[in-house]
Structures are given as C-alpha cells and as structure tokens.
C-alpha cells in the first residue's frame, strides 16, 4: 500500500504539473503535517511491538527459570512422587516448546496448552501427595512454592504471546504512512524533483512497518522469541538427578 500510494503520487503530480503554481503551496503544507503525524505514529507503534517482544522474551527466561528450580527440589522429594514428577517436569518442558512453535489463538496452540494444563493438574496432585506424607517437611512446602510460581510463569507467557499491539494502531500506521508519502510524492513530482529520494523513503518506511508487524508475531516471520532457553532446560533434564532421593520421610 505504501509503495502503491507513493507510484500513485508520482503519477498524478506529473500529470498535475502544469497546474505547479496553484497546488505546490498547499499540497506543501499538507504533507508536512502528514509526515509529522505518520512519524510519531510509527515511532509509537515500533516502541510497542519492541515492548512486547522483550516481555516475551523476559517471560520465556522467567518460565524456564521456573521449571528449573522446580526440577531441582522435585528431586528432593521422596519415592514414589519424586520420579513421576521429574518425568512430568521433562514432558511439561517438552510442551512449553512445542507451544513456542504454534500461532497464538490457533487450534494447535489450544491443543498444546490444553496438554500443559493436564500435566499441570498431575503434577499438582502429587504434590499434594507429597505434603500430605511429609506435612512438617522442608522438602514437599518448597516444592509447592516453586510449581505455583511455574504456573504463574506460563500463564504469562501465554498470555504476552497473545498480547499483541491494537490492530487499529497498525491499520492507522499503514493508511497514514500511504497517504502521507503519497501525497508527498505528488508535491515532489509536481515541482520536477527528489521523485528518487521519495522512492527510496517509501521503502523505508515499508520496511519499518514490516519490522514492527513482525515483532508483533512472535512465532510467524523472520523476527521469534527465541525458545533457546527452555530447549537448554530440557537437555539439561536429560542428565541423571543430582540429588538421590530421602531414604525416608521425617515427621
């Protein structure tokens, strides 16, 4: 649209030029204030998708810090309810990366969310075993702490992937910068010059929206939340426990 509005403009002030003396003043006048407005929106919208791309990143780190630590003092726990959560701990990590690679509000991310929740409840009712065995025991109190605070961590995640800037903003952006650069392209045209130099900025500001849409989606395109970290935490998982298990429960 961009580009389309900035050829128009080239266009129709070629076609317009002989008529340079009565329109240059006030399409000058108009294109200005255009270009401060569509400025300052686009400055507005890119400050909110790079906002949100590094929650989502800030998030992501918080969630494998999370299951981490999680992992850790599921380790401490007694037999049986230590291996069966350490392996759900392995098959939640597993989900919250296969959630990174699906479209929020999409069928597969539902379907992939929907599978961390039941994996959440598992892990719930064995903590619940555990303290309900060991009630005055460090162990099973700190772990109960830990996994509410990774469930809170995925909540945010999956609630900042979904948190995307106004689709109003970005259609505002899009008809402004057009309108805008078109109606400077015909300016420049019907006064015989800097036709290239416009050009040239209607690609730039073609990119600059490109950029922002795309952080904007933050599992589509070129720019992603980097999953890296959760991927770590799971190779990390793969090693024998660090901690052997309580041969006994103290009361």
Known sequence: MVLGATGLGIFLGHRVRHLSD??????????????????????????????????????????????????????????????????????????????????????????????????????????????????????????????????????????SLGNRVPTAVLVLEVLGAALALGLLAAYLAIVGRGVLAVSLASVLVAFLLLVTADLDRPTRGMIQVPDTVLKDQLASMSEPPAAAAPRSSSR
């Open 22 to 159: 009565s329109l240059k003043e006030p399409f000058g006048v108009l294109q200005a204030a255009l270009l401060g407005v569509v400025g300052l929106l686009l400055a507005f919208g890119l400050s909110l998708a790079v906002s949100r791309y590094e929650d989502r990143r800030s998030n992501i780190v918080n969630e494998a810090n999370a299951i981490g630590t999680s992992y850790l003092r599921a380790q401490t726990l007694a037999e049986p309810v230590r291996s069966r959560s350490l392996a759900l701990l392995v098959d939640y990590t597993r989900s919250s990366i296969d959630l990174s690679d699906h479209v929020p509000g999409s069928a597969e991310a539902r379907d992939a969310r929907a599978g961390e929740e039941r994996i959440e409840r598992r892990l719930w009712s064995l903590a619940g075993e555990a303290l309900e065995t060991a009630p005055t025991d460090s162990a099973p109190r700190l772990y109960v702490q830990t996994l509410n605070e990774m469930f809170d961590a995925e909540t945010t995640r999956v609630a």
